[in-house]
């Protein structure tokens, strides 16, 4: 067993702070409101959609230091051992003047209310730090997760694109202080299992996989966290008490290509397989930017939407149609499921008590396999999938050899159109064919009416992404609207 | 002689486009909300128990298990507010503080708990046990007409010309429905306050409201004092958008009422969830109308009843209901009308103000038989708009008899049609979809006419505070309240114009009843139209006050005192402003002074639906352009033009901001923004996971905002500026109107679309389906 480190440390703009009595249910947002009384950063909905509280989280990964932009509401303070959190407090200068993205903010009139603002100049900071003259579809996607309700966005949109106008990010305070802040949390970084004792209950981080794996022995029934997109909500928004927690952030963060497989570790966030997964599967590329904002793609990850079992979870439908796999892990015990049979009903899973999901293979399409996901919305940025459709068929001859189609949206978990692909199989792949096989999704599905979209609609739009799937295939006319040409 | 300089301007200075004199702060997070001052010590936190269901009686309410929570001081019904237990602002007792017998819609209060932290007392909150005896609840307009017709308030007839002839008599004739969704504000900064007691039985509290006035009003009110005894401060609000024009009141006076029985500083914020289901939102409408027309699309007579969901109490839905057939004429003449509100009583939340008030309802339904009337001739709507324009000279006259005297539709419509270039685009968009068999597009060009003044007259008041220190430097103050909208700023310039001092010199501080008593609203468009007249009379008495003291002290006339920018020239001498406001004091001259304005000329006769209700009309007009792909219903905004009216700006860049808003706002309304209830009766798009506010990538990739340079206003407003805090909402109406012309286009435009608002991606889709449906079978 690893030594045993019963605090946290991080950094909090430029002091260490030392925890050991912190909460495993306390928030990052109350944690600097209420504990720090660090009243910059707001809270607008409390559940991560808004982005008022919007901070920057430096961590350690392969590349060094990163800073990635998070929502401090649902974010858990236990999840932030060895991290450098940075606030809107830490930008303006010792001057006291503004900040070049808060200048930039100003002058472009950027702010009406000002209650969202702290948040848009966060994201906007973490943008311009790694991308200092963005493009505007780069700038749509940098502020997804960040609402504003007075200004119609026009002119921070505008303040975005010339916040270089104003200054180098080069030059800029995490630029110039990036290495000595990386010795700093290097230092953090002892190996040790933390644990912490609270009145509220106990969480522990775990020295590495396999120690988690130890440790869910010992705690079958913890709350394994990883990005606390959804725990976070059971706990600003159920008030459930979720200790013992186990943090598993940062844990099982390997994304690597083994010949056609990718293979993403269940604790790479949607972030961190982006580029992996664009760079293999570019057809993924539409979906995986419309999952959640960017704070939501920077905290969640892939297999905590796997393991939460939610029929409306985005990645299930297409890695189920891509034919993915799952490692879990139980003690040293290893086994492999195909990711359509982990789920089995709603709220139910393939997972026993103390078991966790390590890995994902994810096998690439083929060259000469057709594969899409759509994803169907009220919004089309950071909106809960109504219907999501992922469509991989092989056509050799000009007839469907391999047909698999999994829907998220339409059943109580994501699932295969077993009846569809049947009708599908072995028929000429022809717009002929795909009407024909339209009256089999009744066969498949009988979905629900909800807030996110009727029965009769889901139904509609689940056969009507199928003749999409063939259109686009096929090419010619434009069918599909795509957001924002990318640059 | 030389000590006169060359004149140059002042800094922020009216007509300049100066930045938000909050931008700084907002954007260093040194901005403060509510939440953010540093909390009394002892200070309580208060969470609410709210009902669970639409309708019934309360049988038992145990709180014992509340009260024995962890971290709970106490916990206050109904039973234990020591004055009035109703808050309702149109005095009808009908919106109680506490639910103490009858719930009348699922959200509303039955209790308070406090505690030391605001997670205990939220966490205590829910250890209620309530049980009820459930009544059938009635939970939307068609129920409401099933069961009778209950109104919160008595409706509105406007009626002008025979209509019963008109109709009888027209060509033609179109007779139709359509569903209107409501709206929630979704203002970021949620509903707070905090109540600090003081000596005697005085109250302090920090509220977030627009209407500071009616808030302490209430607060004496549930407290049993005087309104001399209650102090409420605003210094700004995370976005008010009508929000927080009388909703705000519950949960001042919860706090107040609890810091008295306490005696502990008292702060309440409800969870974003319960805030939206437990606040009014936008009125959702059905109207039913009539319209008779000529061949060439020219109306004859319109006959509508206008059937609104206004919850559970009145609150303000009369003027939201009058709003709404007020402006059920937008741009057109009617020669005979009649319009009809129903205001039902329906077991949900009550609705309320919302940025244009029910102007956007009635504009909405008008522009929908406008395209009725276009669809059923097979003309451009533009044409039939153009065709239905009030007059100039003649066909002036509303459906409420008041007759338009600042008619610029012509001119603004005109040019922004050649500016957009609408005619060529509509052109292509034809041609492209004839081509292109799954994505289509659509286009429209609607005007936008809205009354300004609020229909209640007392409302058009106003009063404002200034004085001028020692060293030169001005405080002002005034009755409304900053909400995001630039208010501020606008009314500093006002006041930097008239002493010709830079703005950096005038300090806005916080609205305060205790500094301007009996402030109307900040709605209605209206805050800088009042405040920045009274602000300027009150600067203007101290200037004329500074000019006699000069011209006595150096012997010159008083033409010969002149304010230059940052100086004050007296024949040929010339001083600083800072060393001639100490001479000022030293000449003991009074430097302080309320200034007030009332709106001149103005009437409305409710009885009667006739009068002059509206001081002037601002204008505008918008061109959007839209794909839609017929596959999903889904969308995109590709292009849009507006050129608006805001008279002579009072600050360019605001208004712009304003425009850009506003218009944003509207077409989250119209398209994504979706209120959804089950069938008990419960709200279940309660957070931004459910409800859908735009996004930056909702914006049009062309956006082409300009104002109406050539406008001045025609009433004596302050600068000849016009409102603009409501208009502009509006001008989303076309991006709803070309949504509809991309679905007709599956019909070749033979079927006019007829869509229900909000036009989410799945009724846009249903709509598609529903149009080949009746393309196949006609």
């Known amino acids: 067993m690893p030594p045993i480190r019963s605090h946290i440390r991080f950094y909090l703009n430029d002091r260490l702070v030392t925890l050991s009595d912190v909460a495993p249910d306390r928030t990052l947002l109350d944690f600097l409101r209420l504990d720090r009384v660090m009243r910059g950063t707001k809270e607008g909905c409390a559940e991560g959609d808004c982005g008022a509280c919007t901070v920057l989280v430096g961590r350690l990964d392969e590349a060094g230091l990163v800073y990635e932009s998070i929502n401090a509401c649902i974010r858990l303070v236990g999840s932030l051992d060895g991290c450098h959190v940075v606030t809107v407090e830490h930008l303006a200068r010792a001057d006291g003047s503004l900040h070049p993205v808060q200048q930039a903010m100003v002058d472009y009139h950027g702010s009406q209310c000002g209650f969202c603002t702290p948040g848009f100049v966060m994201s906007l900071y973490g943008l311009w730090l790694t991308n200092p003259e963005p493009a505007l579809p780069e700038i749509e996607t940098a502020l997804q997760g960040n609402l504003c309700r007075c200004t119609g966005y026009a002119p921070i949109v505008r303040a975005a694109a010339a916040i270089s106008h104003y200054g180098d990010a080069a030059t800029d305070t995490i630029e110039v202080e990036r290495e000595t802040m990386r010795g700093r949390l290097q230092a953090l970084q002892d190996g040790h299992r933390v644990v912490v004792e609270t009145p509220k209950g106990q969480f522990v981080i775990p020295a590495d996989v396999d120690d988690l794996a130890d440790i869910l022995l010992d705690m079958p029934g913890a709350t394994l966290v990883a990005g606390s997109t959804d725990v976070g909500l059971w706990v600003t928004k159920f008030m459930r008490d979720i200790a013992p927690v186990v943090f598993i952030r940062g844990l099982m963060d390997e994304i690597a290509v083994d010949g056609d497989i990718i293979r993403i570790g269940a604790g790479v966030s949607y972030s961190g397989a982006f580029a992996t997964i664009a760079a293999h599967i570019p057809q993924l590329v539409p979906l995986l930017d419309r999952i959640g904002g960017g704070q939501v793609r920077n905290m969640g990850t892939i297999g905590g939407n796997i393991a939460n079992g939610s029929p409306i979870g985005d990645t299930p439908p297409p890695l189920i149609a891509l034919g993915a796999e799952i490692t879990l892990r139980r003690g040293n015990t290893r086994r492999t499921v195909r990711l359509e049979d982990y789920f089995i009903a709603y709220g139910q899973q393939d997972r026993a008590k103390g078991e966790f999901i390590e890995s994902i293979a994810v096998p690439i399409p083929a060259a000469d396999t057709f594969f899409a996901a759509y994803k169907i919305s009220k919004r089309r940025d950071e909106d809960i999938t109504a219907v999501l459709g992922a469509f991989r068929i092989r056509v050799e001859g000009g007839v469907i050899s391999d047909a698999v189609i999994a829907y998220g949206g339409m059943a109580a978990t994501p699932r295969r159109a077993r009846a569809v692909e049947a009708a599908l199989i072995g028929a000429p792949w022809t717009m002929a064919t795909i009407e024909a096989a339209l009256p089999a999704f009744e066969e498949d599905f009988q979905p629900l009416s909800d807030w996110r979209a009727s029965a009769e609609y889901r139904m509609l739009v689940a056969k009507n992404l199928l003749s999409r799937f063939f259109l686009e295939m096929q090419g010619g006319h434009e069918i599909h609207i795509l957001r924002h040409e990318v640059a | ?778």
């Not at chain 2, 505070?465 to 606008?490: A, F, P």
């Not at chain 2, 209120?675 to 735009?694: C, E, N, V």
């Open chain 2, 1 to 778: 002689m030389d000590t006169l300089v060359e004149r140059k301007a002042i800094i922020g200075g009216m007509s300049q486009p100066h930045r938000h004199d909050s931008g700084h702060k907002h954007v260093a997070g040194s901005a403060d909300y509510i939440d953010d001052l540093i909390e009394p010590a002892g200070t309580l936190h208060a969470y609410l128990g709210l009902s669970t269901i639409a309708h019934g009686e309360i049988v038992t309410l145990d709180l014992d298990a509340v009260r024995a929570a962890p971290g709970v001081v106490g916990v206050l019904t109904a039973d234990d507010i020591p004055g009035e237990r109703d808050i309702s602002p149109s005095h009808k007792n009908d919106e109680p503080v506490f639910a103490a017998r009858e719930v009348t819609f699922s959200g509303q209060p039955l209790f308070v708990v406090l505690g030391e932290t605001r997670e205990a007392a939220r966490r205590a909150a829910r250890l209620a046990k309530v049980t009820y005896r459930e009544l059938p609840p009635v939970l939307d307009v068609a129920a409401a007409r099933l069961a009778g017709d209950a109104l919160v308030t008595p409706g509105l007839t406007l009626e002008r010309g025979d209509v019963v002839a008109g109709l009888a008599d027209a060509p033609r004739r179109v007779a139709g429905s359509i569903t209107i969704g409501g709206q929630e504000h979704f203002y970021l900064e949620g509903q707070i306050a905090l109540a600090i007691p003081g000596e005697d039985r005085d109250m302090v509290v920090h509220s977030s409201a627009q209407h500071p006035d009616e808030v302490q009003r209430m607060v004496a009110r549930v407290l049993g004092v005087a309104d001399n005894a209650v102090t409420i401060i605003v210094r700004r609000m995370g976005g008010g958008f009508g929000g927080k024009e009388s909703q705000s009141n519950l949960f001042a006076c919860i706090v107040a009422i609890a810091a008295r029985t306490f005696k502990r500083a008292v702060k309440l914020r409800p969870d974003r969830d319960d805030d939206i289901k437990m606040t009014g939102k936008r009125h959702d409408f059905v109207v039913d109308y009539d319209v008779g027309f000529d061949d060439a699309g020219r109306i004859e007579a319109v006959d509508a009843v206008f059937a609104a969901r206004c919850g559970h109490s009145a609150d303000l839905s009369r003027g939201v209901t009058d709003r709404a057939l007020t402006h059920s004429d937008n741009a057109y003449f009617y020669p005979a009308v009649r319009v009809r509100s129903l205001p039902l009583r329906t077991n949900t939340v009550s609705n309320t103000a919302f940025r244009g008030y029910g102007g956007p309802q009635g504009m909405l339904a008008c522009e929908r038989w406008i395209e009725d009337i276009a669809y059923a001739l097979g003309k451009d709507p533009l044409e039939i708009r153009k065709a239905n324009f009030y007059g100039e000279a003649e066909r002036n006259v509303t459906p409420y008899h008041q007759t338009i005297t600042d008619n610029i539709l012509e001119r603004l419509v005109g040019e922004l049609e050649a500016s957009a270039d609408y005619a060529r685009r509509r052109a292509e968009i034809l041609a492209f979809n004839e081509k292109s068999p799954i994505l289509k597009r659509g286009i429209a060009l609607i005007p936008l006419k809205f009354g300004i003044s609020f229909t209640m007259l007392a409302l058009n008041q106003a009063g404002a505070l200034v004085h001028v220190y020692r060293d030169g430097s001005v405080h002002l103050n005034h009755g409304g309240t900053e909400m995001g909208q630039g208010l501020h700023t606008k009314i500093a310039q006002v006041v930097a114009d008239v002493f010709q001092i830079d703005l950096e010199h005038v300090k806005v501080s916080a609205t305060a009843t205790d500094k301007v008593p009996n402030a109307s609203s900040t709605a209605a468009s209206s805050g800088s139209d009042l405040n920045g007249m009274a602000a300027e009379n009150a600067a203007q008495q101290i200037r004329d006050r500074l000019i006699a003291f000069a011209a006595e002290k150096y012997g010159v006339a008083a033409g010969a005192v002149l304010f230059e920018p940052n100086a004050v020239v007296v024949g040929d001498k010339r001083f600083s402003w800072a060393q001639f406001a100490e001479q000022a004091y030293l000449g003991r001259v009074q430097l302080s002074a309320a200034g007030f304005y009332k709106t001149p000329g103005i009437s409305w006769n409710r009885d009667a639906g006739r009068g002059k209700p509206f001081l002037y009309f601002a204008y505008g007009a918008s061109c959007s352009e839209v794909t839609v792909d017929t596959l999903t219903g889904e969308y995109m905004v590709d292009r849009v033009d507006i050129l608006h009216d805001v008279g002579r700006s009072l600050n360019p860049a605001i208004d712009i901001g304003q425009i850009e808003g506003g218009f944003i706002q509207g077409m989250g309304w119209l398209t994504t923004e979706e209120l959804w209830w089950d069938a008990k009766g419960q709200l279940r798009t309660h957070a931004p996971s459910t409800y859908k506010i735009p996004v930056v990538s909702d914006v049009p990739r062309i956006f082409n905002v300009r104002l109406a340079e050539w406008s001045e206003n025609r009433a004596p407003t302050i600068g000849r500026s016009k409102a603009v805090g409501e208009p502009p909402f509006m001008l989303a109406l076309s991006v709803f109107e070309a949504l509809g012309m991309a679905a007709a286009s599956v019909a070749d435009y033979r079927i006019a679309p007829r869509m229900d608002a909000p036009a989410t991606p799945e009724r846009v889709l249903l709509t598609i389906e529903r149009l080949k449906r009746l393309a196949r079978g006609s």
